[in-house]
């Protein structure tokens, strides 16, 4: 891994819809702390196949409009990561907390 590479602060996990659809190693759900952050899931087919799309979720503890765009597509599973981290950390900052 390279110094520079991106290293995740949330805990991710492999994304289990139901007891027929099994976890695969091309779909991840990020968590901070039982918060659902986002998800991040490699496209296998047409012309987005082999790109990863992100979409983060908007914390249910703070209300406000989250910042957008809130979804895209990254050349990598870490960079798309990195994505909805980011924007969850700005959700957090620029939302407000409910009381």
């Not at 990020?30 to 496209?43: A, N, S």
């Not at 992100?54 to 960079?79: E, I, V």
């Amino acid at each position: 891994m390279a110094d520079h590479e991106y290293q995740p602060k949330y805990k991710w996990h492999r994304t289990e819809l139901d007891e027929n659809d099994p976890p695969r190693e091309t779909d991840w759900m990020g968590t901070d702390g039982g918060l659902p952050i986002g998800r991040i899931r490699k496209e296998l087919h047409g012309p987005t196949k082999g790109k990863w799309h992100w979409a983060s979720w908007y914390p249910r503890t703070h209300k406000g409009t989250p910042p957008m765009p809130n979804s895209g597509y990254a050349d990598t599973a870490r960079l798309a990561t990195q994505k909805v981290e980011e924007r969850w950390e700005l959700c957090l900052r620029v939302m407000t907390p409910r009381n």
